[in-house]
């Protein structure tokens, strides 16, 4: 069965940095777009990046570019995300998506992860 799950959040210091990752399985990871969503306390879910097959393309929210850094490893079937310069409006449930194509739409469509927390104060 599918499976994304997230590790690497935390509580961290504005200005600080995290790194987070996903490790896909059950599906072939290499034909497929993978993002990260996120969603804020009490708010709606935001989407904050992704990355084509193979890393060949690179799309980021305004919100995030110039801090965020998403990469994929096709050996290891894993996404991640490197997270500078955090600041609370950072702070969210951080979820890892697979997609076959590209698609900045936040509804819940292709495979989810159960996401990991990030909160940053």
């Known amino acids: 069965h599918v499976q994304l799950v997230e590790s690497g959040g935390g509580l961290v210091q504005p200005g600080g940095s995290l790194r987070l990752s996903c490790v896909a399985s059950?599906?072939?990871?290499?034909?497929?777009?993978m993002y990260w969503i996120r969603q804020a306390p009490g708010k709606g879910r935001e989407w904050v990046s992704g990355?084509?097959?193979?890393?060949?393309?690179?799309h980021y929210a305004d919100s995030v570019r110039g801090r965020f850094a998403i990469s994929r490893d096709e050996d290891r079937n894993t996404v991640y995300l490197q997270m500078n310069n955090l600041s609370p409006e950072d702070t969210a449930v951080y979820y890892c998506?697979?997609?076959?194509?590209?698609?900045?739409?936040?509804?819940?469509?292709?495979?989810w992860g159960q996401g990991t927390q990030v909160t940053v104060s």
């Open positions: 998506v697979a997609r076959y194509g590209w698609s900045i739409s936040t509804d819940k469509t292709g495979y």
């Open positions: 059950g599906f072939p990871f290499s034909n497929y777009w």
């Open positions: 990355i084509a097959r193979d890393g060949v393309a690179i």
